[in-house]
């Protein structure tokens, strides 16, 4: 059996495609009311179970956007249980020649957006009874050098530090958790990594010998959003397979 979310309220911030899509609709199917958000709508709508997933336009870097997204979800159903910052990533960009527009736009993103719900959400679920949960979907960037995406693996490496941080400040009410992903085989990675070829390659290298499929993320979430994960706040749970092989292995040295 798995773990029940029968009349919990939960916000997924970029839930209409990819790894968010997934982690809505495993909560949807867990019993959750599900709110998601994104620039625009999916052309087809996110459900599982016989339910439906609320869809509200918003943008999760301004502040005020992301308090109306809070708000909705309190309106429709009288609490917030669980806030998933999903939302995030980046295109490559040479870290000496990137803007400074640029490089705000990530920081704002992968960072100050998630700071800015879990602000608007921690006042609701500390006046609730039960508290809540925030789940922050970091990446093995945060963890590693990131060259060609250095401000967003900055910004990631940050958001590992403002969930460490969270968990103290907020506790007992509100638990701050963070996923540490690692590659993830979505349809997004089949162009980013070089075809199925260069997938194949990538795969072989791994000590689980594939990369995440976005349900193996949705399951950690399930877990840290739920009360079997009660006593779990403050934590970087690394969902990675076992991570990237050490270079010095390839070169005979290990």
């Known amino acids: 059996m798995g773990i029940d979310y029968t009349g919990k309220v939960a916000i ?19 019993g959750a009311h599900v709110v998601i958000c994104g620039r625009n709508a ?10 439906e997933a609320v869809f509200v336009a918003a943008d999760v870097r301004d502040p005020e956007q992301g308090k109306r997204l809070v708000d909705t979800a309190v ?20 870290a000496a020649t990137a803007s400074p527009r640029f ?23 500390r006046g609730q009874a039960g508290g809540g949960a925030i789940v922050n979907i970091a990446s093995v960037s945060a963890v590693r050098p990131s060259p060609g995406t250095a401000v967003y693996g900055a910004a990631k490496a940050g958001l590992v530090s403002l969930t460490r941080s969270l968990g103290q400040e907020w506790a007992p009410a509100v ?7 690692g590659m993830i085989r979505t349809e997004a990675a089949l162009d980013h990594y070089g075809g199925a070829e ?23 979430v399930l877990f840290l959003g739920s009360e079997m994960a009660a006593h ?7 969902v990675h397979g076992g991570g990237e092989r050490p270079p010095f292995l390839e070169q005979g040295q290990g």
Do not use: H, W
């Not at 999916?42 to 339910?51: H, Q, S, T």
């Open 175 to 181: 638990r701050v958790n963070a996923i540490v992903a």
């Open 75 to 94: 309106e429709l159903f009288g609490r917030l249980d669980l806030l998933v910052n999903n939302a995030g990533g980046s295109p490559n960009a040479d």
């Open 103 to 125: 490089s705000e736009a990530i920081l704002r993103l992968n960072l100050l957006g998630p700071l800015y719900l879990s602000q608007s959400a921690c006042l609701v679920m």
């Open 42 to 51: 999916p052309d087809i709508p996110v459900a599982a179970a016989g339910r």
């Open 232 to 238: 779990v706040t403050g934590a970087a749970l690394e």
């Open 198 to 220: 260069g997938l194949a390659r990538i795969e072989a290298a791994l000590p689980q010998g594939r990369m995440a499929v976005p349900r193996d993320i949705a399951n950690a």
């Open 12 to 30: 997924v911030t970029g839930g209409t495609k990819g790894t968010g899509r997934v982690i809505a609709e495993s909560l949807l199917a867990a």
